[in-house]
């Protein structure tokens, strides 16, 4: 019961982000992650779900959006990158599994 109220949580914030809305990160959380280009390039889907799963099992305990960002904010600052790169591979996938529905 628990991974699958994990998956509704999660799910739901991705498919959130793939219309642009990121209510869990700060833009310059963003910014900052994609600075380097070349560790963006080079990140796998099964490397970025991981890394998302891991830290969101972290934070999901938090009931409301503020104090999941107030968790994410207490995390270094590159297992923070690393979670907004990942995040945002995921929402990237999200994204472009819609476009394929469209054809």
Do not use: C
């Not at 992650?33 to 934070?59: C, G, L, P």
């Not at 999941?68 to 790169?85: C, H, P, S, W």
């Amino acid at each position: 019961m628990r991974k699958m109220q994990e998956a509704q949580g999660l799910d739901q914030l991705i498919e959130a982000g793939s219309t642009g809305y990121l209510p869990l990160f700060y833009q310059e959380w963003i910014a900052e992650s994609f600075a380097d280009k070349n560790e963006v390039k080079r990140m796998s889907f099964s490397r970025a779900a991981e890394t998302v799963h891991k830290i969101y099992r972290q934070i999901e305990r938090h009931h409301s959006i503020e104090k999941k960002k107030t968790a994410i904010q207490a995390l270094g600052n590159d297992e923070r990158k690393d979670f907004v790169l990942s995040f945002m591979k995921m929402v990237e996938y999200r994204a472009l599994d819609k476009l394929k529905e469209l054809h």
